[in-house]
């Protein structure tokens, strides 16, 4: 602190000391800080030089020091107590989500025929930062052998945003492709120039968590992601 800068060299030693010892037995906070300092101004302004005495503007500055580490605590709790109450209000929302789809990133799509249920419908997709006259999505499997290629049509302008794709789980061929996880790449265009994009894969919210690093979607094999994660909600 400032206080200690400023002391005189005719300050009791052993009186600094016994204060400095006190002050790091337990942790500090805002009025433990306070009290020490004032104790250690006092003890300044008995033992200081009267020749020499302490000028008004270092005693303000040391005056306005302490007020201001006392300021910042109480803003810090505010801030907690404000985050806090924030976190508890996206939990809350989030949990409507329960049952419902959304689009996070990823490159794996999952796809099959099923002898019972019929041809399954696969959804994923990708995000555009900017506006693309010409994308393309090859989907590979497990062995990285093309299984499918899906392009956009032609004169067709794909806008920034978010872009679903829903697959039959069918080959090139038209043949019902194995049960099981495939891969997928997404490359765009415009005016031939390569763009950034983003892949996005579908997946069910079974549940809603709370922890250290916030609000948490429970995706079962998916895992858990937070919220700034999910580009899309079905």
Same mark, same amino acid.
Request: hydrophobic content about 35%.
């Given at each position: 602190?400032?206080?200690?800068?400023?002391?005189?060299?005719?300050?009791?030693?052993?009186?600094?000391?016994?204060?400095?010892?006190?002050?790091?037995?337990?942790?500090?906070?805002?009025?433990?800080?306070?009290?020490?300092?004032?104790?250690?101004?006092?003890?300044?302004?008995?033992?200081?030089?009267?020749?020499?005495?302490?000028?008004?503007?270092?005693?303000?500055t040391q005056l306005a020091q302490?007020?201001?580490?006392? #300021?910042?605590?109480?803003? &810090?709790?505010?801030?907690?107590?404000? /985050?806090?109450?924030?976190?508890? !209000? *996206? @939990?809350?929302?989030?949990?409507?989500?329960?049952?419902?789809?959304?689009?996070?990133?990823?490159?794996?799509?999952?796809?099959?025929?099923?002898?019972?249920?019929?041809?399954?419908?696969?959804?994923?997709?990708?995000?555009?930062?900017?506006?693309?006259?010409?994308?393309?999505?090859?989907?590979?499997?497990?062995?990285?052998?093309v299984v499918r290629v899906i392009?956009?049509?032609?004169?067709?302008?794909?806008?920034?945003?978010?872009?679903?794709?829903?697959?039959?789980?069918?080959?090139?061929? #038209?043949?019902?492709?194995? &049960?099981?996880?495939?891969?997928?790449? /997404?490359?765009?265009?415009?005016? !031939? *120039? @390569?763009?950034?994009?983003?892949?996005?894969?579908?997946?069910?919210?079974?549940?809603?968590?709370?922890?250290?690093?916030?609000?948490?979607?429970?995706?079962?094999?998916?895992?858990?992601?937070?919220?700034?994660?999910?580009?899309?909600?079905?």
């Amino acid at each position: 602190m400032a206080v200690t800068a400023s002391i005189n060299d005719s300050l009791d030693n052993s009186t600094v000391g016994e204060l400095a010892s006190s002050a790091t037995k337990k942790q500090q906070n805002s009025n433990d800080i306070k009290d020490n300092f004032l104790n250690l101004l006092v003890a300044q302004l008995k033992n200081q030089d009267p020749t020499n005495p302490m000028q008004n503007n270092e005693l303000t500055t040391q005056l306005a020091q302490i007020s201001t580490v006392e #300021g910042i605590e109480k803003l &810090n709790s505010s801030l907690g107590a404000v /985050v806090g109450q924030m976190q508890g !209000n *996206q @939990a809350m929302q989030s949990s409507q989500l329960i049952g419902r789809k959304v689009m996070i990133p990823g490159d794996k799509v999952l796809a099959g025929s099923n002898a019972e249920q019929g041809i399954s419908i696969s959804t994923f997709g990708f995000e555009l930062t900017r506006p693309a006259e010409h994308y393309t999505v090859t989907i590979k499997d497990k062995s990285g052998a093309v299984v499918r290629v899906i392009e956009s049509k032609e004169k067709e302008v794909a806008q920034a945003g978010v872009h679903k794709i829903l697959w039959d789980g069918k080959n090139a061929d #038209g043949m019902d492709v194995e &049960n099981g996880a495939y891969s997928f790449t /997404v490359s765009a265009s415009y005016r !031939n *120039q @390569a763009l950034v994009t983003q892949p996005l894969v579908s997946a069910e919210v079974n549940g809603v968590t709370r922890g250290e690093d916030g609000t948490k979607l429970d995706l079962g094999l998916a895992g858990s992601v937070t919220m700034d994660k999910v580009r899309q909600i079905l």
